[in-house]
């Protein structure tokens, strides 16, 4: 039985903007489609507290290492902030801005280690107070390290996870499913990716109108990429996901209107 290839959606019209000191890259789409990738990862009621000016309110979380925590706030009295703390105070990671225009705070963080860590949330440069919401995730990994080498984990069947893949600028590649939905084996469906600063990928528009459209986990900045994936149909409570990720062979087009051709050397997909 061939290998299964589940593919993220390759982004093509893109448009630059700041974050938090972070550039990040993102399509010419409009918010609302943004925010609506973001539901797939980041759902959920919020958790609601009243925020003293100058104090920060917290909750705690045992993670192990590789866990990826999703979180953000929402205030209509205040300018909200959070950050991660770990069980010795000190802060790993803080966001106020998810991205130009929208003043509620988005993090994505990956835990090193296994311990007891918190989300607190306060008031951007401590100024007032008042009532908060934060909801969080928390997600299992599996990490794709390197081209070529299937990597294998277990996985509940009842929550989502995510594949961490590594990716440098301009690196375009392809996920691999093996073995899904045989005996010990889970089935699971792509939902979004996810760039390194926590914000989703957008279907890029361009590709909408090709036939067949152009797909392919592709990286516009270095760093850490991350694919959304769905356990179901299963009717076990675990299984194993087995995957790999495969680098695209890059083939040059030159001249207007010609026919190209492209031989995949080794059953590398050719784009």
């Known amino acids: 039985m061939s290998p299964i290839i589940a593919l993220a959606p390759l ?10 000191g972070e550039q990040g890259i993102y399509q010419r789409s409009s ?24 104090e920060s309110v917290e909750w705690t ?31 790993l990671d803080y966001n106020d801005d998810r991205y130009p225009g929208d003043q509620r705070p988005l993090l994505f963080w990956r835990c090193g280690k296994d311990g007891d860590y918190k989300i607190a949330a306060l008031s ?17 990994t599996l990490d794709v390290l390197e081209a070529g080498k299937f990597e294998q984990k277990s996985f509940s069947t009842t929550k989502p996870f995510l594949l961490r893949v590594p990716m440098q600028a301009g690196q375009v590649m392809d996920i691999v499913s093996d073995k899904m939905g045989r005996p010990g084996f889970i089935n699971y469906q792509f939902r979004t990716t996810i760039y390194p600063n926590g914000l989703p990928e957008i279907s890029a528009a361009f590709s909408e109108h090709l036939r067949p459209a152009i797909n392919g986990l592709f990286a516009p900045l270095d760093g850490n990429y991350y694919v959304l994936y769905q356990p179901n149909a299963n009717r076990v409570d675990s299984g194993n996901v087995r995957v790999m990720a495969r680098d695209f062979a890059p083939k040059t087009l030159r001249g207007h209107g010609e026919t190209q051709t492209a031989k995949s050397p080794g059953g590398t997909p050719a784009l």
């Open 61 to 91: 979380l045992k993670l192990h290492a590789g866990n990826v925590v999703v979180a953000d706030a929402e205030s209509a009295a205040f300018d909200p902030a959070l950050q991660i703390v770990d069980s010795s105070g000190k802060v």
């Open 124 to 140: 951007y440069k401590n100024k007032t107070g008042g009532q908060v919401s934060v909801r969080y995730n928390i997600y299992e």
């Open 31 to 54: 918010i609302q489609q943004i925010e609506s990738r973001l539901g797939m990862y980041l759902n959920g009621e919020g958790n609601q507290a009243m925020l003293t000016a100058g």
């Open 11 to 20: 982004c093509l019209a893109v448009t630059t903007v700041q974050q938090s």
